[in-house]
Nanobody, 126 residues
Framework: VQVAESGGGFVQTGESLSLSCSVSGLIFEDTIMGWFRQAPGKELEPVSCIDWYGRGINYADSVKGRFTIARDNAKNTLSLQMNSLKPEDTAMYHC????????????????????WGQGTQVTVSS
């Protein structure tokens, strides 16, 4: 399984970034996907997840209303639109296979599955 993220960068508070992820080596349309992030010295944080057909979507409270996840099963891609970015959003963002996607599952580290990419760095300056 190969997972590759792109789209990170350096932005100012309030600006936007769009992350993309391409996945190969699995049946993408049968796989729950999501994003998690890790800031230096902090624990992994699941950010958002999306079920097979994009109908079940959940977000961490910290990003709700600002981030939007989407998937394209025809292209085996996952995206994360991040608006109104804050300095506390600064982290390495990883696209990953998730084991489940629900309002409680998104709060658990155990929901992150066995495959994820190298990550893309997002830095938000104040």
């Amino acid at each position: 399984v190969q997972v590759a993220e792109s789209g990170g960068g350096f932005v100012q508070t309030g600006e936007s970034l769009s992350l993309s992820c391409s996945v190969s080596g699995l049946i993408f349309e049968d796989t729950i996907m999501g994003w998690f992030r890790q800031a230096p010295g902090k624990e992994l944080e699941p950010v958002s997840c999306i079920d097979w057909y994009g109908r079940g979507i959940n977000y961490a409270d910290s990003v709700k209303g600002r981030f939007t996840i989407a998937r394209d099963n025809a292209k085996n891609t996952l995206s994360l639109q991040m608006n109104s970015l804050k300095p506390e959003d600064t982290a390495m963002y990883h696209c990953a296979v998730f084991r489940s996607c629900g309002p409680e599952a998104i709060k658990r580290l155990s929901t992150i599955g066995s495959y994820w990419g190298q990550g893309t760095q997002v830095t938000v300056s104040s």
